[in-house]
């Protein structure tokens, strides 16, 4: 089992930035991509940021060249780096892991960009 907790999550005013981490625990040897997903309300789940264990690093097109997904493997933590947030950034925002095919999930941490 590989347990997830996110973290960073907030009220930032829009071009504010924001840092979320995930932590991983458990068995997360073996971990081959770690990525960052989003719900707003009334919307389907949809993919922000990923990494694999190699470094390649995947963004949804709203994102690209505002957030960041880093990988810190000695600890076991994912960042996503969040700049210039937008309202439309607005989400409860989840990590994911995927180990040889098989998913885990945090809970989220909400993110609310308002003036």
């Known amino acids: 089992q590989v347990q997830l907790v996110e973290s960073g999550g907030g009220l930032v005013q829009p071009g504010g930035s924001l840092r979320l981490s995930c932590a991983a625990s458990g068995s997360i040897s073996s971990i081959n991509i770690m990525g960052w997903y989003r719900q707003a309300p009334g919307k389907e789940r949809e993919l922000v940021a990923s990494?694999?264990?190699?470094?390649?690093?995947n963004y949804a097109d709203s994102v690209k060249g505002r957030f960041t997904i880093s990988w810190d493997n000695a600890m076991m933590t994912v960042y996503l780096q969040m700049n210039s947030l937008k309202p439309e950034d607005t989400a409860v925002y989840y990590c994911?892991?995927?180990?040889?095919?098989?998913?885990?999930w945090g809970k989220g941490t909400l993110v609310t960009v308002s003036s």
């Open positions: 990494v694999t264990s190699g470094g390649t690093t």
């Open positions: 994911k892991a995927n180990k040889w095919g098989v998913l885990y």
